[in-house]
């Protein structure tokens, strides 16, 4: 029997993917795994059992990747599980940056209790809220993962002109991209030649601030930015300063923060993304499958802190998991240690490094946990 934790509250269509052999929920003691959306658990300690952390959606940055690797403890994410409840949202906001309805409908509201005067006030009204139309405007793309080439191909679908930059874009996510879609050579290429920006990256140090007072000063007049992947890609006080001057003309974001709440020309989204119910149900049903997958398998599919490596089952084998530092010949040092060996695999990421052994022989866990760098050993029977 293995328990399961939960941090936030995870669609049970998901849940009930992990069957009879596991317990589910809050208030769950000394867990094998962790479910979490938004939770930030920095400060969590975790137990000497804890296998696996999922995180039901994209972005990471709530938990302790480092810390939680160091322990032997595999990292997931459920990346493109929510790209389309975004992909639908940024449309949105593109309507949003352009035509003023968030603040013809504020106005509109004002209107009440004008009786038979409500029409001649909105037809002499209304030329206050004028906006472009989005068809034959560019929209520069910075970041083609899973949401960032939903959100170009429908651009193109709705008649814009898309501009875009991914320094890992692989050759299968370029063949998920229309053929229209222009790719550039770097991420500043994008963003002073295109009327709308979407960023679609992870905030990093290198992503930190990517649109400052020094980037919106090479872009286009008129511009408006979109923020719909985290907090502190864009730097507010730059944008607030541009808004002013008329150089920015709309900012529109789903990750608000005081300074910039009620502001002119500012849409803050509370975090709407990945909220629909066929997002919360597709994260939680692929977070649940990768860590039943992990405990039982011991397979990772879409970890952020470990390699991702999965090996098909030897017929009447023992399967042999280890986590270990990315050190020299680790591979190497488990195999001496085990006999009977069917089938083996090993990946490194980084500082990190999984090796998966099928064997028919006994095996001595304590001889491969003390292999020097190695932080965790799992035997499946």
Request: proline fraction near 3%; charged fraction near 25%; charge should be negative.
């Amino acid at each position: 029997m293995y328990n399961v934790l939960t941090l936030n509250k995870i669609a049970k269509v998901g849940t009930d993917r992990l069957g009879d052999n596991y317990t589910c929920g809050d208030e769950v003691q000394n867990p094998d795994a962790v479910l979490v959306r938004s939770a930030a658990i920095h400060d969590m300690t975790f137990g000497d059992n804890l296998l696996a952390i999922a995180r039901a959606g994209a972005g990471t940055n709530n938990i302790p990747k480092d810390k939680c690797a160091d322990q032997g403890i595999v990292v997931f994410n459920t990346p493109g599980a929510n790209a389309n409840a975004v992909k639908e949202l940024v449309l949105a906001g593109l309507l949003l940056s352009s035509r003023k309805v968030v603040e013809g409908i504020e106005w509109a509201k004002t209107l009440k209790g004008t009786g038979d005067e409500m029409g001649k006030k909105v037809e002499k009204g209304k030329s206050q809220f004028v906006g472009p139309e989005i068809t034959g405007k560019t929209l520069g793309v910075v970041g083609l993962g899973a949401i960032g080439i939903l959100v170009a191909n429908v651009a193109v679908a709705v008649g814009m002109n898309v501009i875009g930059f991914d320094p890992f874009l692989s050759e299968a996510n370029k063949a998920k991209l229309d053929p229209a879609v222009e790719i550039k050579d770097n991420a500043e290429d994008v963003m002073v030649n295109c009327d709308y920006l979407s960023v679609h990256v992870p905030l990093m140090d290198s992503t930190k601030d990517m649109v400052d007072a020094d980037m919106i000063a090479k872009m286009r007049d008129g511009v408006r930015i979109l923020n719909y992947s985290r907090d502190g890609l864009v730097n507010t006080d730059a944008v607030l300063a541009a808004l002013k001057t008329g150089k920015v003309a709309k900012y529109v974001t789903d990750f608000g923060n005081d300074s910039i709440l009620g502001e002119d020309g500012v849409i803050v989204i509370p975090h709407l993304g990945a909220s629909t119910p066929e997002s919360e149900d597709n994260c939680a049903v692929m977070a649940c499958n990768q860590i039943k997958d992990y405990i039982e398998n011991g397979n990772i599919v879409n970890s952020v802190n470990f390699p991702c490596l999965s090996l098909e089952r030897a017929a009447g084998t023992k399967r042999v998991c280890v986590l270990s530092k990315n050190v020299e010949d680790i591979a190497k040092a488990v195999l001496a240690e085990v006999s009977g060996v069917a089938g083996s695999a090993t990946k490194a990421r980084g500082d990190y490094a999984y090796t998966i052994v099928d064997v028919t022989g006994d095996v001595d866990e304590s001889k491969l946990t003390a292999i020097d760098g190695v932080l965790k050993v799992r035997v499946l029977g």
